[in-house]
């Protein structure tokens, strides 16, 4: 199957500051993907449909200025945790995929903030 | 919230005995796929059932859909210990972007040596 890789995997971070996370898709092109985030023992919730080109949708609830998302080319989106506060300290996944088949996941990143 | 419904919440089987999880959603689809997750790992692709197809078969797993019920069963069969993990199915509406999925609420499987 297609992959979709995620950097970094784990990350801390002190509060008040920004972190970057990437989401690749390494063997094929994606106008479209998208990113979760999962509190422990929860289920995935989605965030945002990260747009090649455009600006990404965010889902009710989400902060688009505290999670910035950009889709700069067909194999990259990356979202940016700004201004990180212990409460976003959750594990990220992004997804891509191509029409027709099922979604490809990164490995995910789990964020603390400290 | 548009989150679909999956029962049980957790489930705690022997080895060798089937585990049946279930599903229900909201609202019209184009497809319904099931992922596994171990703890505090990524998520792995199980099946993908398409709103036209009533029964799915890969290996030990078997998906049902029933479209006019708006829910979908996960049976494994034959159980082993490596299968404990939360399983997830996640729903890619009508309308919306490709794959565009939302996630169930999960279910913990647990499997006893």
């Known amino acids: 199957g297609a992959v979709v890789s995620q950097h970094p995997s784990r990350v801390i971070c002190k509060s008040g500051t920004s972190v970057k996370i990437e989401c690749r898709s390494l063997?094929?092109?994606?106008?479209?993907m998208f990113w979760y985030r999962q509190f422990p023992k929860k289920s995935l919730m989605l965030m945002a449909t990260s747009n090649e080109g455009s600006k990404a949708t965010y889902e009710q609830g989400v902060e688009k200025d505290k999670f910035l998302i950009n889709h700069a080319s067909l194999t990259l989106s990356t979202l940016t945790v700004t201004s990180a506060h212990p409460e976003d300290s959750s594990f990220y996944i992004c997804?891509?995929?191509?029409?027709?088949?099922?979604?490809?996941f990164g490995q995910g990143t789990r964020l603390t903030v400290v | 919230s548009q989150q679909g419904e999956e029962d049980p919440q957790a489930l705690s089987i022997q080895e060798g005995e089937n585990a049946t999880m279930n599903c229900s959603y909201k609202t019209s689809i184009n497809n319904l796929q099931w992922y596994r997750q171990n703890s505090g790992r990524g998520l792995v692709h199980l099946i993908l059932i398409r709103s036209n197809e009533r029964e799915k078969h890969s290996g030990r797993l078997r998906v049902t859909l029933d479209t006019s019920k708006k829910s979908s069963s996960l049976l494994i069969t034959a159980s082993r210990a490596a299968d404990t993990a939360s399983y997830f199915c996640a729903t890619d509406a009508i309308g919306g972007a490709t794959n565009k999925l939302i996630f169930g609420t999960g279910t913990l499987l647990a499997v006893q040596p």
């Open positions: 997804s891509a995929s191509i029409v027709n088949t099922e979604a490809f």
């Open positions: 063997d094929f092109q994606a106008t479209t």
